[in-house]
């Protein structure tokens, strides 16, 4: 089964500086996606980047960055020059590929709060 | 272009009752996904629908269904209502195999 693991319930950070958040990820899957999502406190889900497993670069998406390293199954989420309406809850997900699509399996969360 | 658009935002009803939650997907998206987000917790996956037809559930009880129309928008009914019920319900939609785009969510309380 696949299983998203973000061992970091909150993490703060100080306005323009870097940030990182942790997730490690388990599957017996050879082709697999990841994901990261941005929940704000209004609750809806912000799609901020996606890595397939059989990408060789890391993923970028603006001040966003995915450190991919896929011998130790980790899909960590590089927030450069934070603002502070980076607060939120940010979300691992990595999808089950099926015929038709996929299935997110969703980590727990981290909440990030950027001090000003 | 739209993006994924939920209704009703905010859904009161009681213990027993039943509740309908409706998607509209993005333009040209063909899957819907339906994902419940209870207090404190992260996403759990509930249905998954790709041209009219379901294609996965998670695992939640039958009192938990849905459909997929034509158009490709989509219903999730819950029946027989508990309190645990409560819960912000997230739609989304994708092509295929790309990335879910989600809506702003339900809230669906249980008095």
């Known amino acids: 089964a696949q299983k998203i693991t973000q061992t970091q319930p909150g993490m703060f950070v100080q306005e323009k500086e870097a940030v990182t958040l942790d997730c490690t990820y388990d599957t017996s899957d050879p082709s697999y996606g990841l994901f990261w999502y941005k929940q704000p406190s209004s609750g809806e889900m912000i799609f901020l980047i996606y890595q397939g497993s059989y990408d060789q670069q890391n993923a970028t998406e603006g001040r966003y960055s995915l450190n991919f390293q896929k011998a130790r199954k980790s899909a960590n989420l590089v927030i450069s020059a934070s603002q502070l309406g980076d607060s939120a809850m940010y979300f691992c997900a990595m999808s089950q590929v099926m015929e038709y699509g996929n299935k997110l399996v969703f980590g727990a969360g981290t909440i990030l709060r950027v001090k000003s | 272009e739209a993006g994924v658009t939920q209704s009703p935002t905010h859904l009161i009803k009681t213990r027993g009752q039943q509740a309908t939650l409706r998607c509209s997907p993005i333009s040209g998206h063909t899957s819907v996904y339906w994902y419940q987000q209870a207090l404190g917790l992260g996403l759990q996956f509930l249905l998954w629908?790709?041209?009219?037809?379901?294609?996965n559930r998670g695992n939640f009880p039958p009192r938990f269904s849905g459909r997929q129309f034509p158009n490709y928008s989509s219903e999730l009914n819950v029946n027989a209502l508990e309190l645990e019920d409560s819960a912000l319900y997230l739609c989304a939609s994708s092509l295929r195999d790309r990335a879910q785009h989600f809506g702003d969510g339900t809230r669906l309380s249980i008095l």
């Open positions: 629908y790709d041209e009219g037809e379901e294609r």
